[in-house]
Each structure stands twice: as structure tokens, then as C-alpha cells.
């Protein structure tokens, strides 16, 4: 988790995490979306495809964006958005 908010007006946190396949996204995706609205009553939209490597749930203050190692390595986020502070980190 990647907290933003003072580099961007746009939300606060940046959630990236990689899948290893497409079925893997989508049941990250949608995984998040039922954790977020059971835990936090947190309503969210899944935005791309499983199958384009990379999809982002977005929460308004948190983004959840899940790749394909692929297009995380060609992305790169954590390089973009450097000047974040990294609160947690899980490999």
C-alpha cells in the first residue's frame, strides 16, 4: 500500500498486486469488492479486463490496481508514484 495523498489530488492510496493469471485477477477483483463492502460498507467499481492483464477497483480515497506480472513490470507504479509512502509491503 502506497499512501499518496499528499503527490495526488486524485485519492489517497494506491493498493498494487500481481495475479498470476486472468482468473486469478477477477477473483482478486471481486474478492476486494466483498471484503470492502462486508468490513467497510465500501461501495467500489471494477474498471478493465482480466484478460488485458491489469484492473483497478476503484474505492474514491483507495485504488486497488491488480496486474499481470507482465504489465506490472512494464507499468512500473511503484517507480511512478516513488515520492508515496510505502506503508506496507508484502511479497
Request: aromatic content about 10%; charged content about 30%; proline content about 1%.
Amino acid at each position: 500500500m502506497i499512501d499518496i495523498k499528499e503527490v495526488a489530488s486524485f485519492t489517497d492510496y494506491f493498493v498494487i498486486c500481481t495475479g498470476t493469471s486472468g482468473r486469478m485477477l477477477d477473483a482478486l477483483a471481486k474478492s476486494v469488492l466483498e471484503a470492502m463492502k462486508g468490513t467497510h460498507k465500501r461501495k467500489g467499481r471494477i474498471e478493465g479486463e482480466a484478460h488485458d492483464g491489469w484492473m483497478v477497483v476503484d474505492f474514491g480515497d483507495v485504488v486497488v490496481h491488480l496486474f499481470s506480472p507482465d504489465q506490472r513490470a512494464y507499468y512500473r507504479l511503484e517507480e511512478l508514484w516513488q515520492e508515496g509512502k510505502v506503508l506496507l509491503r508484502v511479497k
